[in-house]
């Protein structure tokens, strides 16, 4: 049985808004169904194309042209066409050293090795950054692109801060290495504080290569995800895109829902994973307050918890599947998929009281998982 | 001024059911909708992979297992996938001389060399079929696999007979070659009379591939297609599936239309179809009797237009463009991108008026196509 997934990131199902997105579906199918017996605008359908450019520049403060979105299937297939436009099999590409699970494996599935740059309790570390650069340089085989998620970091939760940001949109420029913005989590803020700008936003960022989604927002069944580009890369993109275009029926609902529901629903989903952080914290505090340590994040969907150096993860996963107890653990979001002393909570998912009684049985699997001679 | 658009496949916006879908999507977003919160089941949404078995037996008796099923953004996606796992660059697929232009340009995207059989008014040639496969063996080239819409074929409309798709079986069995039938036009029928089996139906044909769509019958702009293969093969196309998953959105509503409204939509499409049809044969027969011939299609979308032999196609590109008529050339049907002397009619989109006066200026544009020297 199972007590809690802390497994993949997604929001909360209790305020999902199936009143609002039924409504949107009524408005937007009365007005346009009837546009369905056509096939989707190559690019994606233009509503949701000039509110996904509002949405940034509502954030930002920095427009961003429609025509230069590209539509797909959330952010991975966006992720996947950049793998394929931007770099060859066996080529290397730059990640910092903790990353999406999800984007990890889509690169290695396009032949690319994820070369991870040490990061700190700030993000990636622009030093470490400049190694890797050279290293790769040296060996003869440069970087394809660097992919970073600066904000509300996956899994990590640090915020890249902003002289790192502009540290970093420098570097890249000056090594002519295409950058990939994921920014799938900047709208998941829980404190009044807000993150640095998009580094797309910065002075000089009109290069960087976005990305983004409206699964964190509002349901990763839905689908929907985007990269805005420059002209040229955008159509590459389009031409390795081989489904004839993105779903016109998903993209209609979402975006009539977004243009009336999307502030306020924003707004309550930031309330919500507030509550369930702060409820994870407190069972983390109170269970393994001994053990581990683990990420305090201000937005985002994730807790990474660092376990005892001495875990046996195998025992580990199997006394949690026992627990009944599910969550990725630190190896798949490790750039050399080392078996690393870490695991991802993703907590929007899960009730307050899963959270709370998951945290227990985790604890239990936890402490089940130290080898004897190691214990107090 | 666009004054008929004849380019591709679509259903009749008139008779779009704005409501019944608008119906279907508060009825199952209301059940379901929080759903939206988790990503796809990774082969699809279960109750639309069932409703595709279903939509197979019904039609051909044959019970399919619905876990055999992997959906995919329209039949477009599918296509790719089997593209990437069947054949690699530079191999030959064997496709009818005169082919789907969107899979034609998918296929040689994957850098796959489409070979064309001889087809007559039946469809596939079988003489020709094993001619080209031993051509290929050869040349140490098999062939990967071929590609093949035996019910209403696009563009020719034809109609693969019973002894042929029997005949095509045992050879693709005999050779070893894996055969990906395109059946999406299978439920548009304008005659009492059906055709035969689908191959994948006839005794053998467990291995045959199966490729089918909702577009035809709803739209395109849903996005919503599927195959049908073995367990390892649909495994393998799942590893190459790059986007987390199809739209649950898109799916559940579809699903809970097709449920409802499926067999009373489909037979209200037919209607429409064969009456446009109709309109279109007599309006040609009325503007170009003289010049042109065409097929009479019993199903599905298209009607082939043979043009005079001696017909300036780039001069009539122009003049299409000027009477503001939108087709798709002959070329982009042809497995072998030749510029013949056809051209591809969709008749499921333009409204009655657009057809009749679609087929005045298209018959202008083609006498004015005809070089001077050739007229009389």
Not at 26 to 33: C, I, S, V
Not at 67 to 73: E, N, Y
Not at 366 to 376: D, E, H, L, S, Y
């Amino acid at each position: 049985m199972i007590v809690c997934d802390f497994s993949s990131g997604r929001p909360d199902p209790e305020s999902f808004p199936v009143a609002e997105l039924v409504g949107a579906a009524t408005r937007r199918l009365t007005a346009e169904g009837s546009d369905l017996v056509q096939y989707p605008d190559p690019q994606g359908y233009a509503p949701l194309r000039r509110l996904a450019a509002e949405r940034f520049e509502e954030r930002e403060g920095v427009g961003l042209d429609p025509d230069s979105f590209l539509l797909g299937t959330g952010s991975t297939q966006p992720l996947a066409l950049l793998s394929e436009a931007l770099a060859s099999p066996g080529d290397a590409i730059i990640t910092e050293e903790f990353s999406y699970t999800g984007a990890l494996s889509l690169f290695r599935r396009y032949g690319l090795e994820t070369v991870g740059v040490a990061t700190d309790e700030q993000g990636l570390r622009l030093d470490a950054l400049e190694e890797t650069l050279d290293r790769l340089d040296a060996d003869g085989r440069p970087a394809k692109f660097v992919y970073a998620i600066p904000t509300y970091q996956n899994p990590t939760g640090a915020i890249l801060p902003l002289e790192r940001r502009e540290g970093l949109l420098d570097l890249v420029r000056r090594r002519g290495v295409p950058l990939v913005e994921d920014n799938c989590y900047a709208d998941l803020h829980f404190e009044a504080e807000r993150p640095p700008a998009s580094i797309r936003a910065l002075p000089g960022g009109e290069d960087v290569i976005y990305v983004a989604s409206w699964s964190k927002i509002l349901g990763p069944g839905a689908r929907l995800g985007y990269v805005s580009a420059g002209t040229e890369l955008i159509e590459r993109l389009m031409s390795l895109k081989s489904d004839a275009g993105t779903s016109n029926l998903a993209a209609m609902i979402v975006t009539e829902f977004m243009l009336q529901h999307r502030r306020e629903h924003t707004a309550e989903l930031c309330r919500v994973l507030k509550r369930k952080r702060d409820i994870l914290v407190d069972s983390l505090e109170e269970q393994l307050g001994d053990l581990c340590s683990w990420s305090l994040p201000s937005g985002g969907m994730f807790l990474w918890v660092k376990l005892p150096e001495e875990i046996d993860n195998v025992a580990l996963a199997r006394a949690a599947e026992q627990e009944g107890v599910l969550y990725h653990p630190g190896r798949n979001f490790d750039s050399g998929e080392r078996d690393v002393p870490y695991l991802r909570l993703a907590f929007g998912f899960p009730s307050d009281e899963a959270l709370r009684r998951g945290t227990e049985h985790l604890a239990r699997a936890i402490r089940a998982a130290i080898p004897a001679g190691a214990v107090g």
